[in-house]
C-alpha cells in the first residue's frame, strides 16, 4: 500500500468545503491539505473563496520536470481539463497526495493514472463514520449543496449514497 502525504483539492472540493464549512473535520482527517498554485491565480475564484483558500490550503507549484511532463500529458491526451485541473492532478500524482474533486474529467483522469481521489459524497459518508455527523445530518448537507449551491449529483448516484449511509 503506497502512504499518501495529504490531499489536494480542485475547485469543486474547495467551493464545496467553502460552503459547508467543515474545514477543522477535513484538517484532522486528511492534513495537510493543497491547493495547485495555478487554481489560485485563476480568475476563476470568487474572493471570498480565494480568501478561504488561503487560510485553509497550502498552495503548490509544479515543480519538477516530471510534473511538468504530466501536466503536458494531460493536456494532450484530456485537452478539456483546465489549466489548474491538470496541476492539481499533476502534484497529486507526483507528490502522492489524495485528489478531491467531483469533476468528471478529473476523476476520470485520477482513475486512468491510478492516482487516488476521494469526492464530496464519500467525504461526507466518513464525517458519518467517524461520527462527526449523524446520517440525517450529512443527507441534509448533501441536499444543502444541491438545492442552495446548485451543485449537480444525479439522482442515482445521490439515492445509491443515502442508501449506503443506511447499511
Known amino acids: 500500500m503506497q502512504l499518501l502525504n495529504g490531499t489536494i483539492l480542485d475547485a469543486t472540493a474547495l467551493i464545496d468545503f467553502c460552503y459547508l464549512n467543515e474545514w477543522g473535520w477535513l484538517q484532522q482527517h486528511y492534513s495537510p491539505l493543497y491547493i495547485a498554485q ?19 490550503l497550502t498552495p503548490l507549484n509544479l515543480s519538477t520536470e516530471e ?32 485528489c478531491a474533486s467531483d469533476d468528471g474529467l478529473v476523476i476520470e483522469t485520477c482513475k486512468a493514472y491510478n492516482i487516488a481521489y476521494t469526492r464530496t ?12 455527523k449523524t446520517v440525517i445530518e450529512v443527507m441534509a448537507m448533501a441536499d444543502n449543496l444541491i438545492l442552495e449551491r446548485g451543485k449537480h449529483i444525479s439522482p442515482k448516484i445521490l439515492t445509491d449514497w443515502k442508501t449506503s449511509l443506511h447499511q
Open 67 to 98: 510534473m511538468f511532463a504530466s501536466f503536458l500529458e494531460f493536456g494532450v491526451k484530456t485537452p478539456l481539463l483546465s489549466v489548474a485541473d491538470r496541476s492539481t492532478i499533476a502534484i497529486a500524482r507526483h507528490q502522492l497526495l489524495i
Open 38 to 56: 495555478e487554481l489560485l491565480d485563476s480568475d476563476q475564484l470568487e474572493i471570498p473563496t480565494r480568501q478561504t483558500a488561503h487560510q485553509y
Open 121 to 132: 459524497l464519500r467525504l461526507l459518508g466518513e464525517m458519518v463514520d467517524t461520527e462527526h
